[in-house]
T-cell receptor, first 114, second 110 residues
Framework: SQTIHQWPATLVQPVGSPLSLECTVE??????LYWYRQAAGRGLQLLFY??????ISSEVPQNLSASRPQDRQFILSSKKLLLSDSGFYLC?????????????FGSGTQLSVL | QKEVEQDPGPLSVPEGAIVSLNCTYS??????FMWYRQYSRKGPELLMY????GNKEDGRFTAQVDKSSKYISLFIRDSQPSDSATYLC??????????FGQGTRLTINP
């Protein structure tokens, strides 16, 4: 089974500062990778997903971007953070069975933009 | 109307009680249904997975899908304080993206 490494666990950043969150995966190859954001009381919002190196699909146009420089590395970035970027950021890996893809999540990063 | 509706709670019950968590949905094409459990400040973990209608049991947990009513449930028997968490339902149509409910915050009181 796969292991998902996500760091840092907690991050406090000032408005206008850059952001880089990294997610790396072990135990699988060519996985589908996802970035989700969870705001308080608002459920999980899909931000980006990737089916391969350099292939990024954006679900919500906003102040964030994603990159996948290696097969098992997924990076979430921002050039200038906004207050509204605060939230709990989760990296996820898709694991396919014969008929369905199950998502497995990392431990998350709590981002506070002040 | 949201594709998936889930009562956010909070829901508080005594230890040992049977807990019922529910989601309704509007897309009749959803085929795969999942329940995730999320402890505070942790990532969600996959708890139950079902395909189409019917029941699936795993220990104290039972997942139920009623496609005719567009309604899914998660039952927890003999609830324990360690079951206190937020429970999220999720579902998808074919290879489409997973759609999550808002999550229900559950507290089991000793």
């Amino acid at each position: 089974s796969q292991t998902i490494h996500q760091w840092p666990a907690t991050l406090v950043q000032p408005v206008g500062s850059p952001l880089s969150l990294e997610c790396t995966v072990e135990g699988t190859s060519n996985p589908n990778l996802y970035w989700y954001r969870q705001a308080a009381g608002r459920g999980l919002q899909l931000l980006f997903y990737s089916v391969g190196i350099g292939q990024i699909s954006s679900e919500v146009p906003q102040n964030l971007s994603a990159s996948r420089p290696q097969d098992r590395q997924f990076i979430l970035s921002s050039k200038k953070l906004l207050l509204s970027d605060s939230g709990f950021y989760l990296c996820a890996v898709g694991s396919w069975t014969a008929t369905n893809e199950k998502l497995f999540f990392g431990s998350g990063t709590q981002l506070s933009v002040l | 109307q949201k594709e998936v509706e889930q009562d956010p709670g909070p829901l508080s019950v005594p230890e040992g009680a049977i807990v019922s968590l529910n989601c309704t949905y509007s897309n009749s094409a959803f085929q795969y249904f999942m329940w995730y459990r999320q402890y505070s400040r942790k990532g969600p973990e996959l708890l139950m997975y079902t395909y189409s209608s019917g029941n699936k049991e795993d220990g104290r947990f039972t997942a139920q899908v009623d496609k005719s009513s567009k309604y899914i449930s998660l039952f927890i028997r003999d609830s324990q304080p360690s079951d206190s968490a937020t429970y999220l339902c999720a579902m998808r149509q074919g290879a489409q993206k997973l759609v999550f409910g808002q999550g229900t915050r559950l507290t089991i009181n000793p």
